[in-house]
């Protein structure tokens, strides 16, 4: 019998690229190309139990499901006699059309997601590589050739051998011979790469990557890995440390896991869960969407690798595996969503992540900070979990103005066992910085009462208390909006120094002054008043009541280009020197240009501080023409006072 004639393909550009990396940066973590041809075995097993399971007619269906690796030190290949590691499974195989496709592309979204990492950012493959599956291409950087034969579990399907030196071409052949189901992969080690032909080395390699892959691992016919399903097992039973190597077998991750959370559910459904949080945030969440969620099995069978539906998306932090009891086997992933008793699983388990943190946040307050610290900027998207309210907002943490520095973290319970006897409200600020915030001319009469603020920094925290509104009765209110008024009831608590109230005549020209004011700033005001709030600052802005807050109309003005913030309300505090001054200027004549540029000034410096002032030109010529003047009262009073003092010396003298 002949075989059929051999075609060449070339290598899509990507994997070329792929290819050149690393074969020529990367030396240190060689050794991870067995993971990421065990994990594949391991896949192509899994596709083929799930078949076996749904009544699939299956090639050699009697064949043990496994996988198997052997060493050669001295084998005949291509004319040359050479070191070669062969690893073989008895999964799905792959038929012709699927090894050009799987093979010949690049499917993994991990994988151009590495590709991207090493462009974008400034890092080297070498240290990133072990966190990413880079799939069947990492054997590249050991091997010199690869030959892969595999064989489909259809029936009427023909073996197929594929070639390769890694270079930029591939060869392919459909074969005659007989060859039992999976697929085999003969390594021909580069000279630099004989290590990985050590049975010893390539053991310690299997243990400390692949111990936990759920089929049978055999070097030279003897079984290395543990294959215990750990979830199934009894907490008692498992020490920690095993719990660590799952948890790094699992995701890649270096260090141990910050929290292990291990159930076991009986009723009213019945499920194993092993989950993980991480010590870190994955560095790569935002563009590397895809990755992330849970392993699903059922009695003992993985149905889906990284399911996105067990846990919401705030919680897509939360790593490791679900094994069901009553869901059937050969359920399709298209129709899991709609399983009920699916949905139930994925309820309780989003409750065990909750119930969870809110003990630890409890019994260890400062593995809670740790936890917030990393994964607080994911977990706050839970805002929109309606269903769980209550328990999101015991779970979420602010910085507030009662704490000591910006890095101590509030509880809104913590808040309200702190409220004074007459507060109904939470207050909020918001700013970019403590610093920043703590400047801010709304929150001097909060001071002044000694009623806690919190500080939001992040822009959906606003959005959090916006859509959520309220904690138990207690409704979230932004300092800008707040009446002063209504505050009246709390006593201030700080000795201000008493300054002299307007004489009835000044009270009068006060108001004339605030209708000069307001016609000087036009349209740009809604109006000018006075105000009962400041008691540092000469003036503020503030929203009208139940208008959007001045970071909401950041964002809207962000996102859209065409959108007018709201007008606000200029408010003027008449006890300021800067007021009385200009009060004075008005009295001797009410159109000085002065008063026109400070008020300007005051507009301007107030929407800076909000972050809504579009163009500083016009703030920073006028700053400047002030500063002018002011350098030239100031060089006149220096030589009065100069002169003075040589007058005195000179009197003196005389
Ligand atoms: P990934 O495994 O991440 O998808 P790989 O480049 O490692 O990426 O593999 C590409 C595809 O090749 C796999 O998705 C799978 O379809 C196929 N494949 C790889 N190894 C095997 C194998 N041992 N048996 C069957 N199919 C395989």
């Not at 605030?514 to 000087?520: E, G, N, Q, R, S």
Request: with cysteine; net charge negative.
């Amino acid at each position: 019998m002949s075989s059929s004639t051999t075609e060449k393909f070339e290598f899509k550009a990507e994997i070329k690229q792929l290819l050149d990396i690393l074969v020529h940066s990367l030396y240190t973590s060689r050794e991870i190309f067995l993971r990421e041809l065990i994990s594949n075995s391991s896949d192509a097993l899994d596709k083929l139990r799930f078949q076996l399971n749904k009544g699939t007619e299956v090639y050699q269906k009697d064949l043990p499901l496994e996988i198997r690796i052997s060493l050669d030190k001295d084998k005949p290949q291509s004319g040359e006699y050479s070191k070669t590691i062969t690893i073989s499974d008895t999964g799905i195989g792959m038929t012709k059309e699927e090894i050009i496709s799987n093979i010949g592309t690049i499917a993994k979204s991990g994988t151009s997601e590495f590709l991207k990492m090493l462009k974008e950012n400034n890092v080297t493959a070498n240290n990133i590589i072990g966190k990413f599956g880079v799939g069947f291409y990492s054997v590249f950087m050991v091997a010199k050739e690869v030959i892969i034969k595999t064989r489909s579990y259809r029936l009427d399907a023909k073996a197929v051998e594929w070639k390769s030196d890694g270079l930029g071409e591939y060869e392919l052949k459909e074969i005659d011979e007989e060859l039992p189901r999976g697929t085999k992969i003969e390594i021909k080690l580069k000279d630099d790469a004989h290590e990985f032909c050590e049975k010893y080395r390539i053991e310690s390699i299997i243990k400390k990557h692949s111990n936990f892959i759920s089929f049978p691992i055999y070097l030279e016919n003897e079984k290395i890995n543990t294959i215990s399903a750990i979830w199934r097992e009894p907490k008692s039973s498992i020490s920690q440390n095993q719990y660590n190597e799952f948890y790094k077998f699992l995701t890649y991750d270096n260090e141990d896991p910050l929290f292990v959370i291990h159930k076991s559910v009986d009723a009213p459904i019945q499920f194993n869960s092993l989950l993980f949080i991480p010590k870190k945030s994955d560095e790569f969440f935002w563009f590397d969407r895809e990755n992330y969620g849970l392993d699903l099995y059922v009695r003992r069978v993985l149905i889906q690798h990284k399911n996105k539906d067990l846990l919401p998306e705030y919680l897509s932090f939360v790593k490791g595996v679900v094994d069901s009891e009553d869901l059937p086997l050969n359920i399709s992933r298209e129709t899991l969503q709609e399983n009920v008793i699916f949905s139930k699983i994925s309820q309780n388990i989003t409750s065990q992540v909750l119930n969870f943190l809110a003990e630890t946040s409890k019994n260890s307050p400062s593995e809670y900070v740790t936890f917030w610290k990393e994964h607080g900027k994911i977990f706050k998207l839970g805002y929109t979990d309606f269903s769980n309210t209550d328990k999101f907002l015991e779970l979420i943490r602010f910085n507030s103005s009662f704490n000591q520095n910006k890095d101590e973290l509030t509880s809104l319970a913590e808040y309200v066992s702190r409220m004074k006897a007459e507060q109904k409200e939470i207050y909020y600020a918001v700013g970019q910085s403590r610093e920043g915030i703590e400047l801010d001319p709304h929150l001097e009469l909060f001071k002044d009462k000694g009623l806690e603020v919190l500080y939001l920094y992040d822009p959906v925290d606003e959005i959090i208390v916006t859509s959520l509104r309220k904690y138990k009765d207690y409704e979230f209110k932004s300092v800008e909006s707040v009446e002063p008024a209504k505050l009246e009831k709390f006593e201030s608590q700080t000795d201000k120094e008493k300054i002299e109230e307007l004489s009835g005549d000044d009270k009068m020209h006060f108001s004339s002054l605030l209708t000069k004011m307001k016609k000087i700033l036009g349209d740009k005001v809604e109006d000018v008043k006075q105000s009962y709030r400041l008691t540092t600052s000469a003036s503020c802005l503030v929203s009208k009541d139940g208008g959007l807050s001045s970071t909401m109309n950041k964002i809207l003005r962000m996102t859209n280009k065409e959108f007018n913030p709201q007008k606000k309300i200029m408010e003027v505090n008449p006890n300021h020197k800067l007021i009385r001054n200009l009060l004075k200027l008005f009295k001797n004549n009410s159109d000085d240009k002065f008063i026109a540029d400070v008020t300007e000034q005051l507009y301007e410096s107030a929407l800076l501080l909000e972050g809504n002032l579009d163009d500083p030109h016009k703030l920073v010529t006028r700053l400047n023409k002030m500063l002018e003047q002011a350098s030239e009262w100031y060089l006149e009073l220096h030589q009065v006072s100069q002169s003075n003092h040589n007058m005195s010396q000179g009197e003196k003298l005389n």
